[in-house]
DNA sequence: CCCTCATAAATGTCAGACAATTAATGCGAA
DNA sequence: TTCGCATTAATTGTCTGACATTTATGAGGG
């Protein structure tokens, strides 16, 4: 095997090769967000296989959406701007996907959550602003309600988290936080929250928004412990 | 927009739409890891479409690392097994395809990695073993090597820091920084270190190494505050 | 027993056709 | 002139049928 450059076997899998191709134009700048590829007739020439094999390439790119495409006389594939929001949605996916399918117990799950969030609590008591707390504050006024259904009370938990990462105001800290947070939440909704559960989860959120208003990331950090130590409790029960 | 379920407008693209239809039936686990899909005619008569449509579904979740191929009699379309690997492979890509085109500032992206890191200090204080602290103790030593070159002395700090989160002993945990840390690192390959800049690093891995395995999480914590200020101050020189 | 060959099943690839969509163009009427 | 509308061209979306390639299996002969 002297050959390990970047086709390990060029003996299958054209589209592959062509989606990789393309890809690496995309990555190394010579095709930048919202620049239109060639049409599928012009690649399937440029590249020498037929148009089918093309599309199935293209098809690839769409499925990571590093591509969009339209149709029409001014139709073709554009590279797409990668927003932090797609971005997002892909890694939730992934986590979502990884964890059933890896039967990850919820332990782990819960320690990994709280240890990356514990991670920006000092970011987020430096940088938030006053609507993060709002959206917070807005979120423990559900979680108060009795009738609110477990699931309904983790996806406002999920939301309370959501704001709390946002505050750090890094775009990149609170991509990736959130789409582990949420990408945990299928375990975090099999929870069966008892109302003493609940009541001590909304008074550390409460405890929570204070000490963010305060910018106490110390206490802030502590905080997020007693929380983890609760979750893990109910979780056990 | 009243409509937001699942089918935005299902006048267009049938092969995202049976792309999505099998990738639920793996989702919810009606097809679980190694299953075998049905052949491509088979799949094209079940749903009605031609055999060029369903390989482009295929292709599309083939991209996604759901499904492999293999050919031959005993061929087919199996559910991939997610692996960890996969799914810290696929992050990764996704985290240097957004740094890259949305052009993140190293500055955000260096609070981010050490925000994310700090949480996972005490945990990995609590569990590291014995082989992460050798790990750890051999990029140092490859750190020491003046002629080492940037981008290798950067890969080596990534490695460092893979032990690091490794030693949490949670997968969970680990396949997530991991993937923000290797993300991170094309950013992190363009600085230049200065011999007193690596010599500032090289103390500080050593210090945590001793903190980790004296398993003083906060101490940990201090010194990794230390090196993100080193960091950023080289970021920015 | 082992080697070889034929067979079947499946994916990979191709060529050509038609349908659907969309912007631009041209033209006629008010 | 300007508005409205049909025409046209370009492009993706889909279908059909064919052939190439790979791979397991089984039959037959040495």
Redesign the pocket.
Known sequence: MSDNSVSPQK???????IAERIRQDILNGSLVADD?????????EAH?????????A??RL?AQSLIR?????????FVNRQTFEDAYAQMASTAKLLITLNEVDIATACQARFALERGCARLAAKNRQEHHLDAMRHEIDRQKYPELSDEDFCASDVAFHRALVDATGNPVLSWQLAAAVEGIEPLMNMLTYRQRDRDAVISLHEAMVDALEARVGSRLEILMDYLRDQTLRTALS
Do not use: F, I, M
């Open positions: 003996h299958t899998d054209l589209s592959a090769d239109r590829l060639p049409s599928e007739s012009e690649l399937s020498g296989v037929s148009r089918a094999t093309v599309r199935e293209l098809k769409a495409t339209k149709r029409g006389a001014t139709g073709g594939a």
